[in-house]
């Protein structure tokens, strides 16, 4: 089966500062709620409010790196657009060798990779947004020689996602309900006339609630917990020969808690204990299982009315997000294997290597209608990981 990398992030954080990405999410900001399906009502917008920004990594490339968007009100409507994405990638060169369309070499054809979101919302029916994306959308109809294949790969997405506030006891719960359909555009095609090398479409479901405990003194306190059940649909490939392929399903369930100490005025710091029990069934008398704590800590510190220090650590994946193929290797914890291929029974038990992230980062407000984020993170894992650079812009008018 193939897994890809850029597959799938049901619990994407859309709009996301690099202050709440630099203090591991324990800390958000206006840009972070403005997106979000049931905290956008917590931002104050004058007219519109504008945000852009990129993410840039040490080769100077860009990580699904440029992000923009805007909000407004509308009398009692809330409406907001979020852009993430790469644009494109690649180029489709090709040159002709006799009666032969070929490859230039490392032409990797055009590769699309964006996500975008609408978010509408209002006391009455609460929060809905909108995704559609372009997942490492590759189009390359190269021929390489005269006997190998037309190309194509990657994950069209739609999906749609709901949240609502209920005042509950003395807190608040925020559950969110939604789903995702990622449609594979995977194939190839020779020039025989076989197409083959199809893979599964993916069907998730997002099935999410927050509770937030009234503040006591200078804390808060946050319980949040869920499940992303994901179905991976059956296919058949169009052939000669014609075969058909199995679905298989995969399922995480996450459980975290939060605290937030105000420790002065100008001083916050908090951290998040959180668990991911992953439950994986790939079909073929397989089992998969995964015990995977998250840990993270995060601080703000406001120097001065102008300027905000942001720091924060963390042990594990920054989300709950579902666990298969070489998302593993963003996690630690346990790992269980096990199959029964031709009646033989093989089982596998270990631990996942150390890995986690650090960022740093400065949000500079001159004045109350402007605000610029910059930040640096990386990876903290076994192997060592090259530095991010990230800057965005917001304008409150």
């Known amino acids: 089966m193939l897994l890809m990398i850029t597959l799938l992030s049901v619990s994407v954080v859309y709009g996301q500062s690099f202050f709440s990405q630099n203090t591991m999410t324990i800390f958000k900001g206006d840009v972070d709620k403005l997106m979000d399906v049931n905290d956008y009502a917590e931002v104050e917008i004058n007219k519109v409010y504008l945000m852009a920004g990129a993410r840039i990594d040490d080769s100077g490339s860009l990580i699904k790196g440029v992000r923009g968007g805007f909000a407004k009100k509308f009398d009692k409507l809330h409406f907001g ?40 919302g209002n006391e009455t029916i609460g929060g809905i947004a909108i995704n559609f994306g372009l997942l490492d959308l590759r189009i390359d109809e190269d021929v390489v020689t005269p006997d190998s294949t037309k ?15 209920f ?14 359909l990622d449609i594979s555009m995977r194939k190839t095609e020779n020039t025989a006339g076989n197409k083959n090398g199809k893979d599964n479409s993916i069907l998730a479901f997002i099935l999410t609630a927050e509770y937030l405990f009234a503040r006591e003194g200078n804390h808060q306190t946050t319980l ?61 008398d397989e089992l998969e299982f995964g015990f995977l704590p998250r840990i993270s800590f995060g601080l703000a510190y406001k120097a001065s009315e102008k300027f905000i220090f942001n720091t924060g650590v963390r042990l594990g994946s920054l989300y709950p997000d579902p666990v298969f193929g070489s998302r593993w290797n963003d996690n630690f914890g346990l790992h269980y294997y096990s199959n029964k291929p031709s009646g033989s029974e093989r089982k596998d038990y270990y631990f996942l290597p150390f890995t986690g992230a650090w960022g740093i980062g400065l949000l500079w407000q001159p004045e109350k209608i402007f605000s610029a984020d910059f930040s640096v993170d990386s990876k903290l894992s076994a192997g060592g990981g ?5 800057v965005l812009f917001t304008v409150n008018l």
């Open 81 to 120: 657009l979020y852009y993430e994405g790469r644009f494109w990638d690649g180029w489709g060169n090709t040159r002709t060798v006799g009666s032969n369309r070929v490859d230039v070499v490392a032409d990797n054809g055009l590769i699309l990779d964006n996500d975008f979101r609408i978010l509408i």
């Open 151 to 165: 190309y194509g790969d990657g994950y069209i997405r739609f999906g749609a996602v709901w949240g609502k506030n």
């Open 167 to 180: 005042g509950v006891g003395e807190g608040t719960l925020k559950p969110e309900l939604g789903f995702s």
């Open 224 to 284: 949040s917990f869920g499940d992303y059940p994901i179905f991976f649909l059956p296919y058949t490939n169009d052939g000669p020969p014609s075969n058909k392929h199995d679905g298989y399903f995969y399922n995480t369930l996450f459980f975290d808690l939060k605290q937030v100490y105000d420790l002065s005025g100008n001083l916050s710091l908090g951290y998040l204990l959180g668990l991911n029990l992953a439950l994986n069934l790939p079909g073929n």
């Open 386 to 390: 090259g530095f991010n650079f990230n």
